[in-house]
């Protein structure tokens, strides 16, 4: 008698990789369409599967990227209106769809067919959680030395000592990485 568990193993396995597969063959599809329908339903299917604060910023990047062509188009006479809703709802329907993907599937079992890849993936994942750890302690700082908000001058003094904190760092990270991959016979 055959044994069942098998294919169920090797199914399991390939799981990832072929949800990976169909993730990209959508994301290919979202960046190519010119109809908003589609976008808005892929949106609102992915919204019930992501965290809702993480999309402030993300919104918030969106009106500075578009709402000055948006505005200067209005001043040239055209109405881009059109464009700006397409614009960010495509951008919202990809990012929900990225966001969806990866709060279910394991971004380290999708991309495990290639070597190259996962070590990609395991670097820039380090870099994140170094980037994150800083970030809360930056944040935990500055709530345990502070009486009330900062304003004006101070904000902007503590923001830019910050900003070059993470930019020093990135720098620091990035030697360190050039060097190690060059240790290993890896020549970028």
Known sequence: MPDIKLPMIILYKVKERLLFLFYLIV??????????????VVFLLCLP?????????????FLIVSVPYLAIGYIGGE?????????????????????????????????AFSKTLSWVLSLSYSQYISFTRNYRKF?????SRTIKK???????????????????????RAKEID??????????
């Not at 994301?27 to 808005?40: D, G, T, Y």
Request: net charge positive; proline share 3%.
């Open 139 to 143: 944040s935990l700082a500055l709530k």
């Open 150 to 172: 900062l304003l004006g001058k101070t904000l902007r003094s503590y923001i830019g000592s910050v900003f070059s904190f993470f930019v020093d760092f990135s720098e620091k």
């Open 79 to 111: 109405s881009r209106l059109y464009w700006f809703g397409l614009f960010n709802l495509r951008a919202l329907s990809m990012l929900t769809l990225t966001m969806a993907f990866f709060s279910r599937i394991n971004p380290f079992k999708a991309l």
């Open 27 to 40: 994301l290919i599809f979202l960046s190519f369409l010119r109809v908003c329908l589609p976008l808005l």
């Open 49 to 61: 599967f992501i965290k809702l604060k993480r999309l402030g910023p993300v919104l918030l990047l």
């Open 179 to 188: 060097q190690a991959l060059e240790s290993r016979g890896f020549h970028a």
